[in-house]
């Protein structure tokens, strides 16, 4: 017998709070991405779309999969920022819950979020729209969720989902494969299964810099948890281990492990106490390590008077847009500027005055260029040089390589400005705040990043997957500036977070 069309609704509210930035606005949310209805669905069957890959995926993979019926609801996302504002937030929930009541009754919900939002006046707004889901679509609705690996996971969001599906790369490249996983997991509950989950956190707030999943204790950790999870494949669906995101400052901060079991919530809970024991018991291999800008400054100009040397790429590990940053610190350029580098493509900077500047003066016009002139903040400070356009460009492109692959990116009006002449410092400036993940941030300008002898990025691991075929491992710093996402820790003054918390607090113990 057919499957009759189940009626799944779609929905997503995405951000990655970082407590110590600016409060996100609906205006940011509506600037970025911000759709309701049809628009969903008819943007995520596009080959090239503005969605999170995870949503198309999803829609395509059930499209895919059998008849169904899209209820598409809500769909919003603004680029790592502050708290979300608390009206808009509420808003956003109002509008999911009446379109799901006026939609009753619904077989499934899929929720594209992120995981670690904070609002002005909540700090589990993720657990508060999955709880108001699940009231108002009853407990026989099958509902899944994908979230970034840099969640942080409440009780209250496991209660309130069938599965909860994270990332498992970083950089993040598999959106796809867990959209896919979602909808397939979705149909196997259409056909009887009733999934168990179980969420074991721990008192561990890795640096984000040891998050990294290509090496190091969390990729490693992440395998584990693959492997187990093939080997008891009759009984568990899904292992995520999420990272979390520090700079949320919540309370249910920390690494945690959620385990999806395909009936049995006991052996679900087992093998995610069994992951979490391993993470604790590697818990010191959990260390950041980084450069001092002015060994950065030291190895640009190496490598820039010595051709033969492999180049090198540095990244702004404290400015990470991706992360909250404010894209708009100057600690690496001024300091490469005083010591008149060469051979640097730096980028990007966020400064539409600055781009608005040199889109009003034409390229090849020579200027005093004054970063920050909008105003200064604790990080980001006034910066003045003399700059000569070099190319114009009204920041839109499609991304082509690591996580903005076929994204379609709008950055406004950009300029590429040159320092210290020909061969000096070329400084991308852009009007949207993004991280600088992707070459297309150079290669729009008709830049070519293999004649650069060092490249500076504010993004802090994403740039790994977009910049790998330069730049392998080996040839990737991080570099300790100053800011809102710098990975030290001890630097900033936390309010919420769980304590005692490894390693801030070096003495914490965990048992399981
Ligand atoms: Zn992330």
Redo the contacts with the bound molecule.
């Keep these: 017998m057919p499957q009759q069309s189940k009626r799944v609704a779609l929905c997503g509210v995405i951000l ?1 709070s970082n407590a110590f930035s600016p409060v996100a606005r609906e205006q940011d949310f509506r600037a970025a991405l911000y759709m309701e209805g049809p628009e969903i669905v008819t943007e995520a069957r596009q080959a090239v779309s503005r969605l999170p890959r995870e949503m198309a995926a999803f829609v395509q993979a059930m499209d895919a999969t059998g008849p169904w019926t899209p209820v598409p609801l809500l769909l919003t996302g603004c680029p790592p920022w502050g708290p979300i504002e608390g009206g808009f937030f509420a808003r956003c929930v109002a509008r999911i819950v009446a379109g799901l009541r006026a939609e009753a009754p619904l077989d499934g919900v899929y929720i594209a979020n992120h995981g670690a939002m904070v609002a002005t006046d909540d700090g589990d707004p993720d657990g508060t729209l999955m709880a108001a889901i699940r009231e108002a679509v009853g407990t026989d609705a099958a509902m899944v969720t994908t979230l ?3 969640a942080n996971i409440s009780a209250r969001m496991v209660a309130a989902t069938d599965a909860i599906i994270g990332y498992q790369t ?1 950089p ?1 490249v598999d959106q796809v494969q867990r959209g896919e996983e979602a909808a397939l997991l979705m149909r196997q509950m259409f056909f009887g299964m009733r999934p168990r989950q179980a969420l074991v956190r721990l008192p561990l707030v890795p640096p984000s810099t040891t998050l990294l999943t290509a090496a190091g204790p969390y990729g490693e950790l992440i395998d584990y948890g693959q492997r187990r999870s093939r080997e008891l494949a009759g009984d568990i669906v899904n292992v995520s281990v999420f990272g979390n995101f520090a700079f949320s400052d919540t309370p249910k901060n920390g690494l945690a492990v959620v385990v999806t079991a395909r009936a049995d919530g006991e052996k679900a809970a087992g093998l995610a106490t069994e992951i979490a024991a391993r993470a604790w018991q590697n818990r010191a291999a959990f260390r950041r390590e980084m450069m001092t800008i002015g060994d950065a400054v030291d190895l640009a100009a190496a490598v820039a008077n010595e051709p033969q040397r492999p180049a090198v790429i540095f990244s702004d590990a404290g400015d990470n847009p991706g992360g909250g940053g404010e894209g708009r610190t100057t600690w690496l350029l001024a300091a490469l500027a005083a010591a008149s580098a060469s051979g640097v493509y730096y980028g990007a900077f966020f400064d539409p005055e600055l781009a608005a500047e040199a889109h009003g003066l034409g390229e090849g016009a020579a200027f005093d260029a004054v970063f920050n002139r909008a105003g200064e903040t604790e990080f980001c400070k006034r910066f003045e040089a003399k700059a000569r356009v070099l190319r114009l460009s009204d920041g839109e492109m499609v991304g082509r390589l690591g996580i903005y692959r076929n994204r379609l990116m709008k950055l406004g009006p950009s300029a590429a400005l040159e320092f210290g002449g020909t061969g000096g410092i070329i400084v991308i400036v852009i009007s949207a705040r993004q991280q600088t993940a992707d070459p297309m941030f150079f290669e729009m300008f008709g830049l070519d990043i293999a004649q650069a002898r060092s490249v500076c990025v504010k993004s802090r691991g994403h740039f790994r997957a977009g910049f790998a075929p330069w730049f392998p491992s080996g040839q990737v710093f991080e570099v300790d500036t100053a800011g809102l996402t710098s990975p030290v820790l001890e630097r900033f003054q936390w309010r919420n977070l769980p304590r005692p918390v490894y390693p801030l607090d070096p003495d914490t113990t965990w048992t399981p």
Excluded: G, T, V
């Design positions: 990655e970034d690996l840099h970083n993040h």
